[in-house]
């Protein structure tokens, strides 16, 4: 069993930036692909970015150019670099961890809200 736990969420200005981290329950950055996804009221939840064990990254074209995904194994926890935020970007923001087979885990979300 895998436990994911987000934090950093929070309210800030359009135009601000803000970093979200997931700290998972242990080493499994080699097996597991990471994913950060948002779900915004009366949406669908969509995936924002990920990262594979490989390294190789992908992002949604709404963000890209704008967030950041990384990893750092040494402290089993994944980051989400947010910057140029809009209000648009106001969702709760879920961490995601999938490999093969179809197992996966999923945190329990951290709000961020961008708003004047």
């Known amino acids: 069993q895998v436990q994911l736990v987000e934090s950093g969420g929070g309210l800030v200005q359009p135009g601000g930036s803000l970093r979200l981290s997931c700290a998972a329950s242990?080493?499994?950055?080699?097996?597991?692909?990471m994913g950060w996804y948002r779900q915004a009221p009366g949406k669908q939840r969509e995936l924002v970015a990920r990262?594979?064990?490989?390294?190789?990254?992908m992002y949604a074209d709404s963000v890209k150019g704008r967030f950041t995904i990384s990893r750092d194994s040494t402290k089993n926890t994944v980051y989400l670099q947010m910057g140029s935020l809009k209000p648009e970007d106001t969702a709760v923001y879920f961490c995601?961890?999938?490999?093969?087979?179809?197992?996966?885990?999923w945190g329990k979300g951290a709000l961020v809200t961008v708003s004047p």
């Open positions: 995601n961890a999938v490999r093969a087979y179809g197992i996966e885990y």
């Open positions: 242990g080493s499994i950055f080699s097996a597991y692909t």
């Open positions: 990262i594979t064990p490989g390294g190789s990254t």
